[in-house]
Antibody, heavy 116, light 107 residues
Framework: EVQVVESGGGLVQPGGSLRLSCAAS????????MTWVRQAPGKGLDWVSV???????YYSDSVKGRFTISRDNSKNTLYLQMNSLRAEDTAVYYC??????????WGQGTLVTVSS | DIQMTQSPSSLSASVGDRVTITCQAS??????LNWYQQKPGKAPKLLIY???NLETGVPSRFGGSGSGTDFTFTISSLQPEDIATYYC?????????FGGGTKVEIK
């Protein structure tokens, strides 16, 4: 079964850091485009970042310079390193494969709360 | 950035009704548009890709159409299990952007 499972969310103070993980099964992370999407409480979907199979990365303007997407091929896992966190980064973070530009599958999400 | 304007933001319809949601792009995106369903507390699920193609396993009462800047998502006969928020998403350009969502409720 093709699936992804996120972990690593939690409560962090403003200015702090957190690393999210996304473990994939049923497919190879390094052979696919992989992405992070977030959803603030009660709000819509907001694309965060993508890493192409070739390793090229892109970010939304709101996280550029603070977040870093990466992968560990040996662990078949995607990561999102989040630094200088702000209250407005509070959201459920979803990992998804971007297959022919379709987000599929999605993980169950991991909640990041930035608060003092 | 390409802005995606979805309407209405919410709707209430009866079981068996035909439901239509529209999504307008701020520039021509050809058919580079997907539709997702998100049930409360769950991750989104892909329903329609490339504007009009039904994802495998998705009931045929769901459909999509359009190209350029104007797109339509339809539920031909609303079922109780269709209660959810629906999002359009463009992939013509980065950043990938979503519509604001349409919350569908049963009347």
């Amino acid at each position: 079964e093709v699936q992804v499972v996120e972990s690593g969310g939690g409560l962090v103070q403003p200015g702090g850091s957190l690393r999210l993980s996304c473990a994939a099964s049923g497919f190879t992370v390094s052979n696919n485009y992989m992405t992070w999407v977030r959803q603030a409480p009660g709000k819509g979907l907001d694309w965060v970042s993508v890493i192409y199979s070739a390793g090229t990365t892109y970010y939304s303007d709101s996280v550029k310079g603070r977040f870093t997407i990466s992968r560990d091929n040996s662990k078949n896992t995607l990561y999102l390193q989040m630094n200088s966190l702000r209250a407005e980064d509070t959201a459920v973070y979803y990992c998804a494969r971007l297959l022919q530009w379709r987000f599929d599958p999605w993980g169950q999400g991991t909640l990041v709360t930035v608060s003092s | 950035d390409i802005q995606m304007t979805q309407s209405p933001s919410s709707l209430s319809a009866s079981v068996g009704d035909r439901v239509t949601i529209t999504c307008q792009a701020s520039q021509d995106i050809s058919n580079y548009l997907n539709w997702y369903q998100q049930k409360p507390g769950k991750a989104p699920k892909l329903l329609i890709y490339a504007a009009s193609n039904l994802e495998t396993g998705v009931p045929s009462r769901f459909g999509g159409s359009g190209s350029g800047t104007d797109f339509t998502f339809t539920i031909s006969s609303l079922q109780p299990e269709d209660i959810a928020t629906y999002y359009c998403q463009q992939y013509d350009n980065l950043p990938l952007t979503f519509g604001g969502g349409t919350k569908v409720e049963i009347k």
